[in-house]
Every structure is written in C-alpha cells, then in structure tokens.
C-alpha cells in the first residue's frame, strides 16, 4: 500500500528565515510525485511534479527536490504571502485510475 | 477559463436526506475525481471518472454514487447522508494519463 508522510504538521517562521517542508514516502514503483498548494477555503493549486531521483524544480522562492524514499520543499527567504497548507501526493505505475496517494500536509505560517 | 467549478459552496443536511453536488470543468478534461477533505486524514478518493461513459470507485466508495453526464459534468450524489459524511469535498480534472489535478473551489458539508 502506497503511503506519504508529511513533517512537520506546521511551522511558524519569521519573513526572511529559509526552511524545508519534507515529505516521506512508500510506493511500489514511483511514477510521479507532485506538490500542491492550498490556501485556506479553496482548492489544493498544483506545484511541481518530479519524476526521479536528483530532479529538482523551482518556481520563485520555492525549490522542490526528490531522492528515492522523500522530497523536500526548500521555501527561501519566505514571505507572509507563502502561508498555505502544503500538500504532497504520489503515483505509482501499477496503480489503476491514475489514483493519488496524498500526505496529510504541512501548514505553513510566516510571520512579518 | 473558469476551470473546474462546483456547486453548492456550502450546504447543510439532516441525517437521512439527499443531495447532489455538482461539478463542471471547461479544459476539455477526460478524466474527472471527486474526493473529500478531512482533518488528519488527507484528501482520500471517492470516485473517479477516467473518460466519458465509465467510473470507478476510489478508497472510499461507500456510502455514495456519481454519474459523468457527459465530458464537463461529473455528479457526486448522497443517497441517505450520515454524519459521518461531514466533509469538505473537492471535484478535480486531468489530462488523461497525467498525475496532476486541477481542483475546484469545494463544497463544505455538514450533516447533523
């Protein structure tokens, strides 16, 4: 059974101070692993998608990374605008349906 | 584009009674999903659609039915709504064959 893990469930951080958000996972042959966004009331917003190990992926202060058991959403020098709830999810090859296996999230508040 | 719209935002049911909740998307999408959102739980899968004309069922069936009135429209209906329902429940749209989703807004439920 596929599974994901999220750490820490929340984190408060000063505008300004870099942190990572990780994400643990077990999957019989990984297909794609994607981060999401989401903002209190409304829908988890698509991130990135990493396929393999050593890939890497950036879109303005956030950088996604993934090795072969977690990846890492590295935020640097956060602003108060970053504060969201970050989702990770998983696909596996042999699963029917294109079926997500999603974490429970890490909450994320930046303080100004 | 609007995306993947949903209907109603928020609605709140009497134990026993039914309801539909509606969804379309405009990205011209084969597959459709409908999940729900609870604390600690993570977004888990109810039904999926892959392409018009067929569905299947997700973890957690149960409880609910879902018809794809055609290639936009992907219906989630409660039969006989439990409290246990209580949710935030969340429509998305893919590509075929791709992992990522598009969600839309959700519509919180409450069943007393």
Not at chain 1, 75 to 87: F, G, N, Q, R, V
Not at chain 2, 77 to 88: D, F, I, K
């Amino acid at each position: 059974e596929d599974q994901v893990t999220q750490s820490p469930e929340a984190l408060r951080l000063q505008e300004g101070e870099s942190s990572s958000l990780n994400c643990s996972y077990t999957v019989s042959g990984l297909r794609g692993l994607f981060w999401y966004r989401q903002d209190p009331g409304k829908g988890p917003e698509f991130l990135f998608t990493l396929y393999s190990a050593g890939e890497e992926k950036e879109k303005e202060r956030l950088k996604a990374t993934l090795t072969k058991k977690e990846s890492f959403l590295h935020i640097t020098a956060p602003k108060p605008e970053d504060s969201a709830t970050y989702l990770c999810a998983v696909q596996a090859w042999n699963n029917a349906g294109n079926m997500l296996t999603f974490g429970g999230g890490t909450r994320l508040m930046v303080k100004p | 584009n609007a995306g993947v719209t949903q209907t109603p935002k928020f609605q709140v049911l009497k134990t026993g009674q039914s309801m539909t909740l509606q969804c379309a998307q405009d990205m011209n999408h084969n597959s459709m999903y409908w999940y729900r959102q609870d604390p600690g739980m993570g977004l888990r899968l109810i039904y999926y659609s892959a392409s018009e004309g067929t569905t299947d069922k997700g973890e957690v069936p149960n409880g609910y039915n879902v018809s794809r009135l055609n290639k936009r429209e992907f219906s989630l209906r409660l039969e006989s709504a439990a409290p246990s329902q209580t949710s935030v429940y969340f429509c998305a749209s893919s590509e075929a064959g791709l992992g990522y989703r598009y969600f839309g807004p959700g519509t919180r439920l409450l069943v007393l």
